[in-house]
């Protein structure tokens, strides 16, 4: 499957951007004038208005190459919603996206929002265990992945997308740590991943994945969303305007299919 290119250091949208959701509803009028009206789940799409600036003549070709290869209209490719947290279930870490490995799992805990939604992690093992959700993306795209986490006395955790991995210091202080990087070249799934060492116990709060690389405010999910897998140009040309040298601006309007609760 083809997908939408990223700009700049792997962004997927340049602001101003316009995200409209459309619903669609079956509806029979009967003999009786009795109104029966019955939801669509699979006939919803999301409509993208996309514009960009300071493209460089790499990411025109990058655009224009897909949408070759898309014939236009005719051939569906891959989009990430630039706007959502792509981890489902992110406050109900007992949820089947997850992979505990070892460790127990308990909710119901202060967060750094003034709340109880954050989760406490324990490893009673002698090696070190995961906690891992996987997700549809390429590992060619870039993503952020931060969670917030507590630890009781000072120590360092090892926080992951496929097989890069950075270890940060935690303390007892709530701190927002990240990875941003591309993951494992032709994947077509990455996994983002907490490591947490043999005897600890933290809590976490907020884990998020997005397409960028930076984090942005977290958002809470229920089911996974936020992958396109069939999206479309609409119209027949790409426009693309030539405003400096090696730089151009580009308009674009896509159509994301959406089935059931596939997008938040």
């Known amino acids: 499957m083809n997908w939408f290119p990223q700009v700049g250091t792997g962004a997927v949208a340049q602001f101003p951007l316009q995200r409209k959701r459309q619903w669609r509803a079956i509806t029979n009028l009967m003999e009786s004038g009795e109104l029966i009206s019955l939801p669509d789940p699979n006939g919803g799409q999301i409509e993208w208005r996309l514009s960009y600036q300071d493209l460089t003549d790499t990411e025109v070709a990058n655009l224009t190459s897909l949408f070759a290869a898309s014939n236009g209209e005719a051939i569906p490719f891959g989009f990430v919603d630039p ?13 089947p996206g997850w992979q505990p490995g070892l460790l127990t799992l308990s909710g119901g805990v202060n967060d750094p929002v003034g709340t109880q939604r954050a989760w406490t992690l324990r490893n009673s093992t002698p090696g070190e265990q995961m906690l891992s959700q996987t997700i549809g993306i390429p590992g060619s795209y870039t993503a952020c992945f931060s969670v917030y986490i507590w630890s009781q006395s000072a120590g360092t955790i090892g926080i992951l997308r496929d097989a890069g991995r950075t270890n940060l210091p935690i303390g007892p202080q709530w701190k927002r740590i990240q990875i941003g990087a591309t993951g494992t070249s032709g994947a077509t799934q990455s996994t983002f991943s907490l490591a947490i060492p043999a005897g600890a116990s933290l809590n976490v709060f907020g884990l998020q994945v997005e397409a960028q690389p930076w984090p942005s405010l977290y958002r809470p999910t229920g089911e996974a969303a936020g992958i396109l897998e069939e999206t479309r140009f609409t119209g027949s040309s790409l426009s693309v305007t030539n405003t400096a040298p090696g730089l151009s601006s580009c308009q674009i ?9 596939t997008a938040n």
Do not use: D, H, K, P
């Open 83 to 95: 706007f959502a947290n792509l981890l489902g279930w992110s406050e109900n870490l007992t949820q």
């Open 253 to 261: 309007t896509l159509v994301s299919r959406i089935f059931s609760e």
